[in-house]
């Protein structure tokens, strides 16, 4: 049986609702129609066309056009899409809507074409839609294995087609520090698997081209562990320079200056990012433990333990962002933050309650559910301690697991990591693209939307379209 064009958008649209009365035939797609605000999407629209065998020229038709349109009452990413004798109108509540209905559109297209373009129809109807979540986001480790330019580019766009919107940058980690700064030199950039570093421009090239597409880049420096990256560029930050291992010494005066000159340089370098990611995951205590300097910190502030005093230098540093009209971002540990910062979670699917419970907002990044470094298949390369990860289970975990009601508005949406200690650079879209779609009808689509066979139909139809080749040739 023909799947309807309509019924194979990924992630699922609120609605999808076909007149019954008729389809138009692609090519009698004349006209690309955009008005001055929106050219760029006519461009988009006529090299996507164009790809799939349709010539439309620009300006207004007569007959059968492609038309795009703002409708603020649509709400903000919101889009239509009305399907008629006319031809097609895209709308959008603000760019980005327009942005996602043309992404939608050119799965429909793709859907439509299986059979080459004389033959390619769309049934008419009215596809309605708004996401879910604001936050939709996805985490890129370049500190294992470092990713190019170029490969970050192509994620970025993989991520716009599916409609999500946050990519956070884990830009250091112990196995090195990945860009050139002022202050940390190219000697932080070494790396036991894969060197390379971003210089400004590439970070600033980037954070243009996600902007692009409608993606806030999220910034992380990952700190006061997972930091032998730094700390073999600065060994004197370390507790014992002799010793040195992963964290930072808290106790020494010159650590947290040194940090704020960093992380300020960071804020400089991204300045449209709202969010800046602080780390504070897994830092060891053994150092900490044996250090003089940090035993006397702790001593002077009256804290009980080192994990006060580790919670003491974050919420330090944590406030310099706020001072600096930015909101932080730390992973979620035992210990609780300040209101103004969201937190991560990733142990385990009750931990966001209690991060909301102590007034913050949070990001759900379950290991079990969201950690994309995992086996999609056990055939994957992957080390004993990881889950297996099939798409099925990524798209069955909804981010609110069973607390909604008490989770409303403090949960800003559900964010996929890729760490990257099993993945090269070659291995990244393969890692991805299977499980990219699942995972964003979690964050795009409302769980009533969602329906575990009618996305493989989906997925299916759009595979067997070209659609995924056409994606990875996306740049
Ligand atoms: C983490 O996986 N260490 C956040
Ligand atoms: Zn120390």
Redesign the pocket.
């Known amino acids: 049986m023909k799947d309807c064009a309509l019924k194979c958008i990924i992630p699922a649209p609120v609605s999808v609702k076909i007149s019954g009365t008729g389809s138009f035939p692609l090519r009698e797609l004349k006209k690309v129609h955009a008005p001055a605000n929106l050219t760029r999407f006519g461009t988009e629209a006529q090299e996507m066309l164009s790809g799939f065998g349709i010539a439309a020229a620009a300006g207004p038709g007569s007959g059968s056009e492609l038309r795009f349109a703002l409708d603020p009452s649509l709400g903000a990413e919101s889009w239509r899409m009305q399907v008629d004798k006319d031809g097609i109108a895209l709308s959008g509540g603000d760019e980005a809507g327009v942005f996602y209905a043309l992404q939608a559109l050119t799965q429909v297209v793709a859907a439509a074409s299986c059979d080459g373009p004389l033959t390619a129809s769309v049934e008419y109807g009215i596809v309605q839609d708004s996401p879910r979540f604001s936050w939709r986001g996805f985490m890129l480790d370049p500190a294992r294995h470092f990713q190019s330019v170029k490969t970050v580019k192509r994620v970025i766009r993989m991520m716009a087609a599916h409609r999500l919107n946050v990519l956070h940058w884990h830009l250091t980690d112990n196995q090195g520090w990945r860009y050139g700064t002022g202050i940390v030199t190219e000697k932080a950039s070494r790396n036991t698997l894969t060197g390379g570093s971003y210089s400004k421009a590439d970070l600033q090239e980037i954070a243009a081209f996600a902007k692009k597409y409608y993606v806030a880049v999220v910034p992380e420096i990952d700190v006061p562990g997972?930091s032998r990256g730094l700390i073999q560029a600065y060994p004197e930050l370390a507790c014992d320079p002799a010793d040195p291992g992963s964290e930072l010494c808290l106790g020494r005066a010159e650590t947290l200056p040194f940090l704020k000159r960093i992380f300020g340089e960071l804020m400089e370098i991204f300045p449209d990012s709202r969010y800046i990611h602080f780390g504070g995951?897994?830092a060891e205590m053994k150092h900490w433990e044996k250090c003089p300097r940090c035993l006397a910190a702790m001593k002077e502030h009256g804290f009980k333990n080192l994990r006060e005093l580790e919670n003491h230098f974050m919420r330090e540093l944590t406030h310099f962002a706020v001072e600096k009209g930015r909101t932080p971002i730390v992973?979620g540990t035992g210990t609780p933050f300040p209101e103004d910062t969201v937190v991560?979670a990733?142990l385990d699917i009750r931990e966001p309650a209690k991060h909301i419970a102590n007034g913050n907002r949070c990001i759900m990044s379950v290991?079990t559910s969201y950690?994309f470094d995992y086996p999609a298949d056990l055939s994957e390369p992957h080390e004993s301690w990881m889950f297996a990860l099939p798409a099925e289970s990524v798209y069955m975990a909804d981010p609110y697991v069973i607390w909604e009601s008490d989770w409303k508005g403090a949960l800003l949406g559900p964010e996929a990591?890729l760490?990257t200690e099993c993945v090269p650079e070659w291995r990244i879209i393969q890692k991805i693209l299977p499980r990219l779609g699942a995972y964003a009808e979690t964050a795009w689509s409302r769980p009533e939307n969602k329906d575990w066979h009618d996305f493989l139909r989906r997925r299916e139809k759009l595979r067997a379209a070209g659609y995924e080749d056409y994606l990875r040739s996306l740049e």
């Open positions: 997972h995951d897994e992973w991560q990733w290991h950690y990591c760490w």
